[in-house]
């Protein structure tokens, strides 16, 4: 039922790109990624939702394909602040009555200079 | 706009002890989450909490663990006796609503040590 993450972690370079990939073997009807720092509060990044629409920041993006049940985001010109781990949430159909997130167990993202 | 609080940071305690965990969702929210990270694995749902009623419980790990949320307010987690697999980062989030569309806003934890 987690979904599964992939890479489990990336090492980059300042101005390097890359792609985080989250995959659940149930539809969804949503995926949320945040991105936790050491020590401090998973911040929320992006929701996408079945049907298509998208809430997030600006400056990330991210695609879901809803046959698959996979979502992608992409970090692109990566920046030292980038760095952390980046999880993703999902909601899978069926579940209207809760609230809860299903995490994947995380992608460690290091930028060096 | 203040975020998600919560207290204290960090606890350690011995095994059978009992420790409450306190979380204050951003103003305004009615849903409240609790969510647990065990060191290197997922992060994981306790409860979820629509105002001052339990929504969804199914991630409780055993008894010893009582959540409450008196007034919709703030909620309080305690763990009584506590187990050494208890250890790990406790976090609570808040929401406006609870369908899919809705973001959940993170506290930065509580880290729980049973020694």
């Known amino acids: 039922q987690q979904p599964v993450q992939s890479p489990q972690a990336v090492i980059l370079r300042e101005g390097e790109d890359a792609v985080i990939n989250c995959s659940s073997s149930k539809a969804l009807y949503s995926v949320h990624w945040y991105r936790q720092k050491h020590g401090e509060a998973p911040v929320f990044l992006m929701i996408l939702l079945k049907g298509g629409e998208q809430k997030g920041h600006e400056k990330i993006s991210a695609s879901f394909n809803e046959k698959k049940q996979q979502s992608s985001l992409y970090l692109t010109a990566s920046q030292l602040s980038y760095s952390g781990t980046y999880f993703c949430g999902v909601r899978p159909v069926g579940s209207s009555n809760t609230g809860k997130l299903i995490f994947g167990q995380g992608t460690t993202l290091q930028v060096k200079p | 706009e203040a975020g998600v609080t919560q207290f204290p940071s960090h606890s350690v305690i011995e095994k059978g002890q009992t420790v409450t965990l306190r979380c204050d969702p951003i103003s305004g929210h009615d849903n409240l989450y609790w969510y647990r990270r065990v060191m290197g694995k997922e992060i994981k749902f306790l409860l979820h909490?629509?105002?001052?009623?339990?929504?969804?419980e199914s991630g409780m790990p055993n008894n010893r663990f009582l959540a409450e949320r008196t007034g919709g307010t703030y909620s309080t987690l305690k763990v009584q006796p506590a187990e050494l697999e208890d250890s790990g980062v406790y976090f609570c989030?808040?929401?406006?609503?609870?369908?899919?569309?809705?973001?959940?806003?993170f506290g930065p934890g509580t880290r729980l040590t049973v020694t």
């Open positions: 909490f629509v105002k001052e009623s339990k929504q969804d």
């Open positions: 989030a808040s929401s406006q609503g609870r369908t899919a569309s809705y973001e959940q806003y």
